[in-house]
């Protein structure tokens, strides 16, 4: 079963990964959008629905915004200009009402990313029939501003993009004293660039059903190869409903990796090879089965995050925390569970789709990108050495810490396989981002390991000399 999950693994990887890197080029650009004009700047202009009428001669390179809480009445005067809209908050239409509303006028429709107010048109974007005909805007929101520079704001920006494959960059004009037109110079420069530019809006709307049946039979033979029962339960289940399926056979590949790795291999570089292709093998899986025009126009998301990054080193913890709990549990076990308890919890927290981000992680972040294009996952780098340790152990430990260093080294597994679980993201970054993390998680290791080594040696001099002294003092 596993060399059939490797040979359909393999198959996924040379037919995906090119198939994939032209895919992304066709829809990784995006269109910039201003509330006025900027002098030197080829964009589109924003216009709100309610001044449509005042700037007729604008209307052939407008995007038009709609507050639905306001202007939802205007909806029947605009969407027979065939014009791409932005909505936000909340009409007195239902969803299914606004639904066919758009889908009756093919309106190209686009819903802000991290819109407080944005759930209503959510909805309503999932029950249109053409769900290609959707666009992501990504804006830095009024309130935003004062937190940032002009630097800042375009790394966030060129992130979005390159990142996330936003379609539509919108620049709202701020309230505060804040470099506007600087600000849209440079992103649309350093777009210019990297050739990631497009006058008009457009949005992923095509998949390819064979990736789709490679993906369901690696899933399958994956998950055989630790339990038939739980293959023929997770198979009708990612076919047929993957809001569950794509979870179940992630957290239950995750298992099924780290179970027959950790029995088979006993070589340090082959093992971590290893489970790195093996864990490659199942985010290509995953990814490849995210291709309609849903997940990539992001609404719908790979549910089930934070279950799939725990689960894992979770289960690993706790059976070996309880194995070396002989009797009762001492002051010293409740400090350890304290601390993994709080390590779990900020785990989580910087975990999923819509992650905590502090602000001094966050410039560190935009240094990392400028440097290497794609940060690394620092988990990774940091899980990579307890696997080294655990592959040399046997994944055999006595003890309290042992159960950490068996849980910690299981993140390589989930947190590879979680950079693939997010649709949007173009496949070019998050193949870099594995590449660059299980790089520099080797070097971390072979740093720890020349440490160790160099720091035994300083100790078996220093008791050499100390011998020696002895033993001409007792002469």
Request: a neutral charge; hydrophobic letters at 45%; charged letters at 25%.
């Given at each position: 079963m596993i060399l059939l999950a490797a040979l359909m693994g393999i198959m996924i990887a040379v037919l995906y990964i090119p198939w994939r890197f032209r895919f992304d080029r066709g829809y990784v650009k995006t269109a910039l959008v201003t509330e006025s004009t900027v002098e030197g700047v080829d964009s589109l202009r924003l216009i709100p629905a309610n001044e449509l009428k005042s700037r007729p001669s604008e209307i052939g390179i407008s995007v038009i915004f709609v507050d639905l809480k306001d202007h939802w009445s205007l909806l029947p005067e605009i969407l027979p200009l065939q014009r791409p809209i932005v909505l936000t908050g909340i009409s007195p239409y239902t969803a299914v009402?606004?639904?066919?509303?758009?889908?009756?006028?093919?309106?190209?429709?686009?819903?802000?990313?991290?819109?407080?107010?944005?759930?209503?048109?959510?909805?309503?974007?999932?029950?249109?029939?053409?769900?290609?005909?959707?666009?992501?805007?990504?804006?830095?929101?009024?309130?935003?501003?004062?937190?940032?520079?002009?630097?800042?704001?375009?790394?966030?920006?060129?992130?979005?993009?390159?990142?996330?494959?936003?379609?539509?960059?919108?620049?709202?004009?701020?309230?505060?004293?804040?470099?506007?037109?600087?600000?849209?110079?440079?992103?649309?420069?350093?777009?210019?660039?990297?050739?990631?530019?497009?006058?008009?809006?457009?949005?992923?709307?095509?998949?390819?059903?064979?990736?789709?049946?490679?993906?369901?039979?690696?899933?399958?033979?994956?998950?055989?190869?630790?339990?038939p029962f739980l293959a023929l339960v997770v198979l009708p289940l990612w076919i047929f409903f993957p809001s569950i399926g794509l979870p179940l056979g992630a957290i239950s590949g995750h298992f099924a990796i780290y179970y027959y790795l950790s029995r088979t291999v006993r070589d340090t570089v082959r093992g971590i090879l290893l489970f790195f292709v093996f864990s490659l093998f199942l985010g290509l899986s995953i990814n490849s089965s995210m291709l309609s025009p849903a997940y990539q126009n992001g609404l719908e998301l790979f549910r089930g995050v934070k279950l799939s990054l725990v689960a894992l080193p979770g289960w690993l913890f706790l059976r070996g925390f309880l194995r070396s709990v002989k009797q009762k549990i001492s002051g010293a076990d409740l400090t350890v569970l304290c601390l993994v308890a709080v390590g779990a919890v900020y785990y989580i927290l910087r975990s999923g789709n819509f992650s905590l981000v502090l602000d001094l992680e966050r410039r560190f972040r935009d240094v990392l990108d400028s440097l290497l294009l794609v940060r690394p996952r620092f988990k990774e780098i940091l899980a990579y050495p307890l696997l080294a340790i655990s592959i040399k152990n046997g994944f055999k430990f006595e003890g309290k810490?042992?159960?950490?260093?068996?849980?910690?080294?299981?993140?390589?597994?989930?947190?590879?396989?979680?950079?693939?679980?997010?649709?949007?993201?173009?496949?070019w970054t998050g193949l870099l981002r594995s590449l660059y993390s299980v790089a520099f998680g080797v070097l971390f290791t072979l740093a720890l390991n020349w440490f160790s080594k160099k720091s035994g040696s300083n100790v078996k001099e220093l008791e050499g000399s100390l011998n020696v002294e002895s033993r001409e003092e007792s002469k």
């Open positions: 009402q606004l639904a066919e509303m758009l889908d009756s006028h093919s309106a190209y429709t686009g819903y802000m990313e991290f819109d407080e107010r944005g759930e209503y048109v959510k909805e309503v974007l999932k029950l249109r029939r053409e769900k290609s005909l959707v666009f992501r805007v990504h804006n830095l929101k009024k309130k935003e501003y004062p937190n940032y520079d002009v630097q800042a704001a375009v790394v966030r920006y060129i992130r979005a993009v390159r990142e996330r494959s936003i379609d539509m960059l919108l620049f709202l004009k701020p309230e505060n004293d804040f470099a506007y037109e600087d600000f849209v110079r440079q992103v649309d420069d350093k777009l210019g660039e990297l050739n990631l530019l497009q006058s008009s809006v457009t949005s992923p709307r095509a998949g390819n059903s064979r990736f789709f049946i490679l993906s369901t039979a690696f899933i399958f033979f994956l998950v055989a190869s630790l339990s810490l042992g159960p950490l260093i068996v849980a910690g080294g299981s993140i390589s597994v989930v947190s590879v396989v979680n950079t693939f679980c997010h649709a949007t993201v173009p496949l």
